[in-house]
């Protein structure tokens, strides 16, 4: 069975942290193929931050300067580090494999004072 389970999601302040999990199984698992979206209440789901080839990522334009995507193979695990975070950040969070089309069941976000 394929799974992808995000975690680390929850309330957080306007200006603070969290840091997201996507843990991969019943696939051989590489970073490469991972990446992050989101889907606020009324909006379309929008690229948060994706590995590119080569090892870099590339980043949703609203999420520039404050994100970073990074993963452990050893632990076939992603990660989606949130800095500075905004009130319109808030949304449900999945993590996808691009090679096999796999979404997670997605961590709700809620920024908000």
């Known amino acids: 069975q394929v799974q992808l389970v995000e975690s680390g999601g929850g309330l957080v302040q306007p200006g603070g942290s969290l840091r997201l999990s996507c843990a991969v199984s019943?696939?051989?698992?590489?970073?490469?193929?991972m990446g992050w979206y989101r889907q606020a209440p009324g909006k379309q789901r929008e690229l948060v931050a994706v590995?590119?080839?080569?090892?870099?990522?590339k980043y949703g334009d609203s999420v520039k300067g404050r994100f970073t995507i990074s993963g452990d193979n050893a632990k076939n695990t992603v990660y989606l580090q949130m800095n500075s975070l905004k009130l319109e950040d808030t949304a449900v969070y999945y993590c996808?494999?691009?090679?096999?089309?796999?979404w997670g069941q997605g961590t709700q976000v809620t920024v908000s004072s």
């Open positions: 590995f590119t080839d080569g090892g870099g990522a």
């Open positions: 019943g696939i051989i698992f590489s970073t490469a193929t």
């Open positions: 996808k494999s691009s090679r096999t089309g796999h």
